[in-house]
Every structure is written in structure tokens, then in C-alpha cells.
């Protein structure tokens, strides 16, 4: 028999008590966690060359959109654009505490996250993987033996920049070969399940990853990046 559910909202007189809720409980600052060894200056520098390489690139789009990125002055920026300056700590920061097999969700402002979460995942990849990465867009300086980790990972990270940028001008390069856009770019091949136009709608989608996570007892975890205010959806 089907169950009624009644949906009404009770106007009823009460009370609803909640539990203390703890706020701003980190402590140490960054010169500490040096000291303990949770950092290292190393690590610091490549997690602030990740928030300026986002910054850059949000900048970049925010001029070309008005006609002021002078190598392509002039030119008609189609679509939305939806940036995320402003909140490069937080992508940078979420996706450098998970491991780079784990899963994130996106918002609509998604271009950082899905950065963040690149140059995270890349980072950790071995010489095949970036190669098989590359694939046939592998440079030809790039296939000697003379080749080093550091030149793969360069060129993975600038492709991975390329493919983002390429996505947004609705390119074939693109990550969804041009058709998802900043607001629905993804990369599952490395745990990015992609960037949401409604507002909340990734929460849905985290929560089954990680569902799938626990069912496969893969030990994957799933970031949803999503405002408090998205919740009311």
C-alpha cells in the first residue's frame, strides 16, 4: 500500500536545541606546521604556484571576456563565465588532502577545483603514466631517453592547463571535447566527476561515489566542494 507523506510544514510553537557547533579550530600557522613536519617549504611553494596558476587563469578569462586579453583583442567570448576568484585556497587546499585516486564533485564555478584536482593527480603520476596521458600529444623533444620526469610532468601540467582552457572555448581539445563547458568540465580519469550548473546538484552525486566507494571497499573518499547556502536545495 502506498504511503502517505504528509509535507506540510508544522507551525506549531517549539523548540529546536542544536549542539555546539565548533568554529576556527585550526591553530597552527603555516611557520608551525613547517616545524612539525606536516610541510615543508618544498610543498608550500607547489601548492602556491597551484593557487597563482589558478588566479592567472581565471584573470585571463575575466579579460578576454572584455575584450582586453591583448593577444586575442577583440574577440567575442561566447557562453557564461563563471570564475572562482577568490576561492583557489580551497580548491588548492581540498584537493592536496586527498589522495590523488580519490573523487571531487564541483560547483558551477569550477574551473579551480578542476585544476586543483589535475595538478594534484598528475603530480603523483609515474614516467608511463604521464606518457600514457600524453599519448600522441607527447612533444617530440619529449621521447628520447634523455627525457626526465620533470620534463614529463611539465608538459602533462601544461596540457592538463591546455585541455581546461580548450574546454571553455568549446574546442574539441577540450576535456569534454568542448561540450560540457566551465560549468560541467570533468575529468574522470582522475577523479574528477565534474563542475554542476544547478546549484547543490553535485552533493547528489558525491554521495553516490561514495557509496560506490564503500561498496567496492576501494577506500576511495569523495570531496564535494558546494557553499553552505547551496544545502537549501
Excluded: W
Excluded at 574577440?75 to 588532502?97: D, K, M, N, W
Amino acid at each position: 500500500m502506498p504511503v502517505a507523506i504528509d509535507s506540510m510544514p508544522v507551525f506549531e510553537p517549539g523548540e529546536i536545541t542544536f549542539k555546539t557547533i565548533p568554529l576556527f579550530q585550526t591553530r597552527p600557522t603555516l611557520e608551525e606546521l613547517i616545524e612539525q613536519g606536516v610541510l615543508n617549504e618544498a610543498r608550500c611553494l607547489e601548492l602556491l604556484e597551484q593557487m597563482l596558476a589558478i588566479r592567472i587563469f581565471e584573470e585571463m578569462i575575466y579579460a578576454l571576456r572584455l575584450g582586453a586579453y591583448e593577444p586575442l583583442r577583440g574577440f567575442e567570448y561566447r557562453g557564461p563565465t563563471h570564475l572562482s576568484i577568490g576561492q583557489e585556497a580551497t580548491s588548492v587546499g581540498g584537493c592536496a588532502a586527498i589522495e590523488p585516486g580519490d573523487y571531487i564533485t564541483s560547483t558551477h564555478r569550477g574551473h579551480g577545483d578542476g585544476i586543483a584536482k589535475g595538478f594534484t593527480a598528475i603530480a603523483a603520476m609515474s614516467d608511463e603514466q604521464l606518457k600514457a596521458r600524453l599519448g600522441s600529444g607527447l612533444g617530440t623533444t619529449q621521447q628520447d631517453e634523455q627525457t626526465t620526469h620533470e620534463d614529463l610532468l611539465e608538459e602533462a601540467l601544461e596540457d592538463h592547463i591546455f585541455r581546461t582552457i580548450a574546454e571553455l572555448f568549446g574546442k574539441e581539445d577540450g576535456y569534454c571535447k568542448g561540450r560540457g563547458g566551465g560549468m560541467h568540465i570533468a575529468d574522470f580519469s582522475v577523479g574528477h566527476l565534474g563542475a554542476n550548473a544547478i546549484v547543490g546538484g553535485s552533493t547528489g552525486i558525491a554521495a553516490g561515489a561514495g557509496f560506490s566507494s564503500r561498496y567496492r571497499e576501494s577506500g576511495q573518499v569523495t570531496l564535494s566542494f558546494v557553499g553552505d547556502g547551496a544545502y537549501a536545495n
